[in-house]
């Protein structure tokens, strides 16, 4: 298939998806409780880009991260695990001056009360990323380019950086845009709401929650989340234990009309796939609601990046939608099993024997803290 998302050089070098963010290292307490009694922490890495190019690589995917760090350990760090991955890290940026930023965070889920997170990462490596300092040509190398509305609000200048990303330029690959609404990181006001609309209206294919979307533009339910996003061709919204609803439209007039059509199945090569895409054209939305898995909760940390690099893996490889929202489910359901933000995903053949279930398989499965370990018959991940 052709068009900007699906690149231009030789398939076995290009890369298939480019991340920018800022990584961080996290600092992961030993024990439940508030962070003031925690007596000790185990270190590992967190950045929603980072995890998802982490989680593709692991897949089998091409895919680079390129962000900013300090010129210190913590640095060190972050580059040598996420490369441990698979990652392409040569297009990081090293700051001689700022520091690479961490955080602490309690053990309980991020939605509840009593979840705590303490950041130092105000003045980070990260947040001096602009248009002047970062790679161009390593950031539109790849077939898809993934940003999230977490860097918008490190800084004016990444915000100058996402704002000219999601402009209409030529031969600008397919951009993935995770809304990722973090009301503690903005600098107060209405500012975020009003920003992340714009970018996410800029974007090609679109993550956004339904608790974010009512809690940063007041829009409740997935049909008026469509409404209020009529731009991108493709919008994933997630509803949590409901599962998630795509509205998928065909390619759409304009200077990124290209990038619409590629949106909706980048990595088709197939004249089939080509076939149903140029049928797609001027059509309506098709809308697909795909229930999520019951899946017994270690940790609910780094789920969303995890679902995001599924839905995009199942993309790239040119599956239907209801495949690449189970895909995005099955990440998920890999990430929410174990206590950090990565882990290694199911192996490809396994998770498509579970993807391709029928409805009602699929509603039996419940997953739990190591199903991803062998590649188990799908009746084997069942429990009572």
Not at 67 to 76: K, L, P, S
Not at 110 to 135: F, K, L
Request: glycine residues 12%; hydrophobic residues 45%; proline residues 7%.
């Amino acid at each position: 298939m052709s068009g900007p998302a699906a690149g231009t050089a030789d398939a076995a070098t290009t890369t298939d998806v480019v991340c920018l963010g800022e990584s961080m290292v996290t600092f992961l307490p030993s024990q439940p409780g508030r962070l003031a009694d925690v007596p000790s922490f185990g270190r590992g890495i967190g950045g929603a880009e980072s995890n998802v190019a982490c989680a593709l690589a692991a897949a089998g995917h091409r895919a680079a991260w390129v962000g900013r760090v300090g010129a210190d350990g913590f640095g060190d760090h972050l580059v040598e695990t996420i490369a441990s991955y698979g990652v392409d890290t040569s297009a990081v940026r090293r700051d001689p001056v700022r520091p690479t930023g961490i955080y602490f965070r309690t053990a309980t889920d991020r939605g509840t009360d009593t979840h705590e997170v303490a950041y130092y990462r105000a003045g980070s490596a990260a947040s001096a990323m602009s248009p002047d300092n970062v790679p161009y040509a390593d950031l539109l190398a790849g077939r898809v380019l993934h940003l999230s509305g977490i860097t918008a609000a490190l800084s004016a200048d990444c915000l100058a950086l996402l704002r000219d990303l999601t402009a209409p330029r030529p031969g600008r690959p397919l951009v993935s845009f995770d809304v990722n609404h973090r009301p503690h990181l903005w600098r107060g006001g209405d500012a975020d709401a009003s920003v992340l609309l714009e970018l996410a209206r800029r974007a090609d294919l679109v993550f956004v929650g339904e608790d974010e979307a009512e809690e940063a533009w007041g829009i409740v339910g997935a049909e008026a989340i469509r409404a209020a996003l009529p731009e991108p061709a493709v919008v994933v919204v997630k509803r949590g234990s409901a599962g998630a609803t795509v509205f998928a439209s065909g390619p759409r007039p304009g200077p990124c009309s290209s990038n619409a059509g590629a949106a909706e199945n980048p990595g088709a090569e197939s004249a089939g796939a080509e076939s149903a895409a140029g049928e797609a054209e001027g059509a309506a939305d098709t809308v697909t609601l795909v229930p999520a898995l019951r899946v017994d909760v270690v940790a609910a940390v780094g789920a969303g990046d995890a679902f995001a690099a599924g839905f995009l893996s199942a993309t790239l490889r040119g599956l239907p939608v209801r495949e690449r929202v189970r895909h995005g489910h099955l990440m998920a359901a890999a990430v929410l099993t174990v206590p950090g933000d990565l882990t290694d995903p199911p192996a490809r053949d396994h998770a498509d024997r579970l993807a391709a279930l029928d409805d009602d398989a699929w509603g039996r499965l419940r997953l739990g803290p190591g199903w991803t370990a062998a590649d188990r018959a799908p009746e084997e991940v069942r429990t009572p």
